[in-house]
C-alpha cells in the first residue's frame, strides 16, 4: 500500500501532510540555494551562470516556498487524488528541472544532477518499491541522456570517466531510494502494528469499564438492598406486632412509632441515594469562603455545644471561590459534623481555606485517633460506613457534589492525632483585582 493510500485520521493525516511538506520543500529550497550559489562562487571552474538559468533557478525557489506556505496553511486534509498529483508534479519538476539547469550550464559534470536525488527520496517515502524502481531508473536514464546529448552537441567524444561517474551516481540513487523505501516501510509497519495494538488496547479498556461499571452497579444494588431490607423488616414486624389483639394501647403506639422511625430512615435513605445518583445541577456564582465557612460553622454549633467542642475558622476575607453556595454548604456541613462526632470532648474542630493558584483550598481538621487503614481506604464508597445509623452516602455525595462544580473532596492527612480532609473548588476573583490584572 502506498504512504498516499494508508488510512488515517482526518487530524492525522493531515498534520503528517504538513510534516511531509515541509520536510521536502526544506530541501529542496536548500538544494536549489545551494546549488546557484556554488555555481556563482565557483565561476572558474563552471563559467558565470546564464541569466535564464539564475530565472529558472530563481522562479523554483519561489515556486517551492509558495508551496511551502500554503502547505503548511491548510487546515483541512486534501483529497487522496489531489496528494497523488502534488507528489507526482514535485518529483516531476525536479526531474525536468536538474535536467534543464545541466543543458543550461553546458558541462558534462553538472552539479545540478544532485536535484535528481530529491524525487528519488520522495517517491521512496510516498510509493512502493516497483513505482520507487521506476523513478531511480528515470533519475539514472536522465543523467545518461545528458553525457550523450553533451557529446552530440559539443561533436566530440567524452570520456569514459564520465559514463563511469554517472554510472556511479545512479547506483547511489538506488542506494539511497531502495535505503529510504525499506526505512520508510519498516516504521509504517511498526505504525500499523502499535495502531492495531493500541486498538485492541482500547477495545479491553472500554470492556473493562464496562465490566466495572456493571461490578459497580451490583455492588450499589446489593448495598441499596441491604440497606432497604432491614427498615423494611422493621416496619413489617412493627405492624404485624401491632395487629395482635393482646397488646394495650401503649404497645400498639409503641410499634406505630418503630414503624414511623424506620419509614424516615427509608425515606432519608432514598433521598441520600437520589442526591448521590442525580446530582442537581450547579447554580455558580462568586462568594466569599469565609462567610460560608462561618454560615457552616454556625450551623454546627448545637452539635458542637454537646461535646464542649471548640470550632474556629481561619480564612482571608479576600479568598473567593466560583461555586454553587448551597453545594458547597452541604459538603462543608457534612464533613464538619463528621469532625465533630469523630472529636474528643472539649477538642477543637478548624476551618481553614486559602488560595492555591487557581482552586480555593478548604480545610475541615479534628483532633482525634488516626482512621484505620482499611477504613480510609473505601471511606468515599458509597454505602460504606462505621456508624451504626449512617447510610454510608455523606461523604460519597460530597464528593460528588465537588466534582460536579470542578472541584473534589479528598483525605489530606491522616495523623497522628489529627484529621483533615481538603476541599477543592475553583478560584474566583474579585472586578477589582481583574481589573488590576488588566
Not at 471561590?321 to 470532648?345: F, K, M, T, Y
Request: charged share 20%; hydrophobic share 50%; proline share 5%.
Amino acid at each position: 500500500m502506498d504512504a498516499l493510500e494508508r488510512p488515517q485520521s482526518s487530524g492525522t493525516e493531515l498534520q503528517s501532510f504538513k510534516r511531509q511538506q515541509l520536510i521536502f520543500s526544506t530541501l529542496n529550497l536548500t538544494a536549489l540555494a545551494t546549488l546557484l550559489l556554488v555555481h556563482i562562487f565557483f565561476t572558474n571552474h563552471f563559467g558565470l551562470p546564464k541569466p535564464t538559468l539564475v530565472i529558472l533557478m530563481g522562479g523554483a525557489f519561489l515556486l517551492r516556498g509558495i508551496e511551502l506556505m500554503w502547505s503548511q496553511s491548510l487546515v483541512r486534509p486534501l483529497p487522496r487524488s489531489t496528494l497523488y498529483a502534488l507528489t507526482w508534479a514535485s518529483i516531476l519538476l525536479n526531474l525536468a528541472l536538474a535536467f534543464v539547469a545541466a543543458v543550461l550550464t553546458n558541462r558534462p559534470d553538472a552539479q545540478y544532477f544532485v536535484l535528481l536525488a530529491m524525487p528519488v527520496i520522495e517517491g521512496a517515502f510516498s510509493f512502493q518499491l516497483f513505482t520507487t524502481a521506476l523513478i531511480i531508473v528515470t533519475a539514472a536514464a536522465l543523467n545518461f541522456l545528458w553525457i550523450v546529448d553533451y557529446a552530440v552537441h559539443q561533436r566530440g567524444a567524452v570520456p569514459p570517466t564520465e559514463y563511469f561517474e554517472a554510472g556511479s551516481i545512479s547506483m547511489i540513487y538506488a542506494f539511497v531510494g531502495i535505503l529510504v523505501w525499506a526505512l520508510v516501510n519498516d516504521l509504517r509497519r511498526n505504525e500499523t502494528t502499535l495502531a492495531k495494538n493500541v486498538s485492541e488496547l482500547e477495545q479491553t479498556r472500554e470492556r473493562l469499564i464496562i465490566e466495572e461499571k456493571l461490578g459497580a452497579v451490583g455492588r450499589l444494588s446489593s448495598a441499596i438492598a441491604h440497606e432497604i431490607r432491614n427498615p423494611v423488616a422493621m416496619i413489617s414486624s412493627s405492624l404485624a406486632t401491632a395487629a395482635r389483639s393482646d397488646l394495650d394501647a401503649e404497645q400498639r403506639r409503641a410499634m406505630y412509632e418503630i414503624a414511623t422511625q424506620e419509614a424516615n430512615r427509608l425515606e432519608q435513605l432514598t433521598n441520600d441515594f437520589l442526591a448521590y445518583a442525580r446530582p442537581r445541577p450547579p447554580a455558580k456564582s462568586v462568594n466569599h469562603v469565609v462567610d460560608l465557612l462561618m454560615y457552616v460553622a454556625e450551623l454546627s454549633r448545637a452539635n458542637a455545644d454537646r461535646k464542649n467542642i471548640k470550632v474556629v475558622i481561619d480564612s482571608p476575607k479576600e479568598v473567593l471561590c466560583e461555586c454553587d453556595s448551597s453545594g458547597l454548604q452541604q459538603i462543608l456541613l457534612n464533613l464538619v459534623l463528621n469532625a465533630i462526632d469523630a472529636s474528643p470532648r472539649n477538642g477543637t474542630v478548624a476551618l481553614r481555606a486559602s488560595r492555591a493558584g487557581g482552586a480555593v483550598l478548604m480545610e475541615i481538621e479534628n483532633e482525634g485517633p488516626v482512621i484505620p487503614a482499611e477504613v480510609a481506604a473505601r471511606i468515599f464508597e458509597p454505602f460504606f460506613t462505621t456508624k451504626p445509623q449512617g447510610t454510608g452516602l455523606g461523604l460519597a455525595i460530597a464528593r460528588n457534589v465537588a466534582r460536579n462544580q470542578a472541584g473534589d473532596v479528598t483525605l489530606a492527612r491522616n495523623g497522628p492525632e489529627h484529621v483533615v480532609f481538603a476541599v477543592t473548588m475553583p478560584a474566583a476573583e474579585s472586578p477589582a483585582m481583574a481589573a488590576g490584572r488588566n
